[in-house]
């Protein structure tokens, strides 16, 4: 009688074991698929120091507190809604180099984090900034990587010159306005091949 009823007793204890795991599972899973929910937002993926940039979360903990972090440096914090989500704004640190930058959303009670790419632009000039096709245009640019090949290109499809960076990452090269190109505003931009950090300005083409 004795071992039937123990019997009974491990059997039971057994199932609840079961039970209690499955349940946990579940909740680990649905944690999982929340956590992986998460997300965030920029009103702008580029832009030069202390530019103002507006940031939407979604699927953080209800009413919790979330800390900012750009490139790991707090810049804010904010707190969500019910419903986990938040709309906050935050400054582009005035000493960020120029360079790929990672901004970051870390909920304090779900721990659930999101991250978004931040591009700040490397400076370029123009000696002219408006004129008929064929003018003659020194670009200047800085802050790139030491002497690696820097491509300038007309409307990013059109190659207009390449040139190697100084020590310093800098350098200056004389391109010409394409035959080609159509009055208007156009995009002349320099990417560094190594470092894929870029520059553009725009350059207005007049035929009158």
């Given at each position: 009688?004795?071992?039937?009823?123990?019997?009974?007793?491990?059997?039971?204890?057994?199932?609840?074991?079961?039970?209690?795991?499955?349940?946990?599972?579940?909740?680990?899973?649905?944690?999982?698929?929340y956590?992986?929910?998460?997300?965030?937002?920029?009103?702008?993926?580029?832009?030069?120091?202390?530019?103002?940039?507006t940031?939407?979360?979604?699927?953080?903990?209800?009413?919790?507190?979330?800390?900012?972090?750009?490139?790991?440096?707090?810049?804010?914090?904010?707190?969500?809604?019910?419903?986990?989500?938040?709309?906050?704004?935050?400054?582009?640190?005035?000493?960020?180099?120029?360079?790929n930058?990672?901004?970051?959303?870390?909920?304090?009670?779900?721990?659930?984090?999101?991250?978004?790419?931040?591009?700040?632009?490397?400076?370029i000039?123009?000696?002219?900034?408006?004129?008929?096709?064929?003018?003659?245009?020194?670009?200047?640019?800085?802050?790139?990587?030491?002497?690696?090949?820097?491509?300038?290109?007309?409307?990013?499809?059109?190659?207009?010159?390449?040139?190697?960076?100084?020590?310093?990452?800098?350098?200056?090269?004389?391109?010409?306005?394409?035959?080609?190109?159509?009055?208007?505003?156009?995009?002349i931009?320099?990417?560094?091949?190594?470092?894929?950090?870029?520059?553009?300005?725009?350059?207005?083409?007049?035929?009158?």
């Amino acid at each position: 009688m004795r071992t039937f009823f123990f019997r009974k007793l491990t059997i039971g204890l057994s199932l609840l074991a079961v039970f209690a795991l499955c349940l946990a599972l579940l909740g680990l899973t649905r944690l999982a698929a929340y956590a992986a929910g998460t997300s965030i937002t920029l009103s702008k993926a580029s832009g030069p120091p202390g530019t103002q940039v507006t940031m939407k979360g979604n699927d953080f903990g209800a009413s919790e507190i979330v800390t900012l972090t750009f490139d790991g440096a707090l810049i804010g914090t904010t707190v969500t809604t019910n419903g986990g989500g938040f709309f906050t704004g935050f400054t582009v640190p005035k000493r960020t180099q120029p360079g790929n930058h990672t901004v970051q959303a870390t909920g304090q009670s779900s721990g659930n984090s999101a991250t978004a790419p931040y591009i700040v632009p490397v400076p370029i000039t123009l000696s002219v900034n408006t004129g008929p096709p064929t003018t003659q245009v020194t670009v200047t640019g800085a802050h790139f990587a030491a002497r690696e090949t820097v491509v300038v290109t007309f409307d990013v499809t059109t190659t207009l010159g390449t040139t190697t960076t100084t020590g310093a990452g800098s350098f200056t090269l004389v391109i010409s306005i394409p035959t080609s190109a159509v009055p208007g505003k156009h995009a002349i931009q320099a990417t560094g091949q190594s470092s894929g950090r870029t520059g553009s300005q725009f350059f207005v083409v007049r035929t009158n």
